[in-house]
């Protein structure tokens, strides 16, 4: 399974953001996707999963900010980022399941978010 983000780039707070993702490779069939992030000296934190069938999670953090969709028929996934604030700033990387109930078994390159004024 290969994974490509893109979509990054430097937004002023209170902006928005749409990040994607394109899954490709001979294992990915509707896997289970998610969003994950990294800031300078943080732990990489899971912010927001998406199931085969479209079922969504989000952390605290970004809940009700961030909505996370899927089109199975394109194998992408995207990250919709609203009301942006500046500790949204990380790498933003995205990742896919390898079996059901889970999502972080392959991941991407990351792509860079930076919320600043």
């Known amino acids: 399974v290969q994974l490509q983000a893109s979509g990054g780039g430097l937004v002023q707070p209170g902006g928005s953001l749409r990040l994607s993702c394109a899954a490709s490779?001979?294992?990915?069939?509707?896997?289970?996707m998610g969003w994950s992030r990294q800031a300078p000296g943080k732990q990489r934190e899971l912010v927001a999963t998406?199931?085969?069938?479209?079922?969504?999670n989000y952390a605290d953090s970004v809940k009700g900010r961030f909505t996370i969709s899927r089109d199975n028929a394109k194998n992408m996934a995207y990250l919709q980022m609203n009301s942006l604030k500046p500790e949204d700033t990380a790498v933003y990387y995205c990742?896919?399941?390898?079996?059901?109930?889970?999502?972080?078994?392959?991941w991407g390159q990351g792509t860079q978010v930076t919320v600043s004024s």
């Open positions: 990742s896919a399941g390898a079996r059901r109930y889970r999502f972080t078994d392959y």
């Open positions: 998406i199931s085969r069938g479209g079922d969504t």
């Open positions: 490779g001979s294992g990915f069939d509707g896997n289970n």
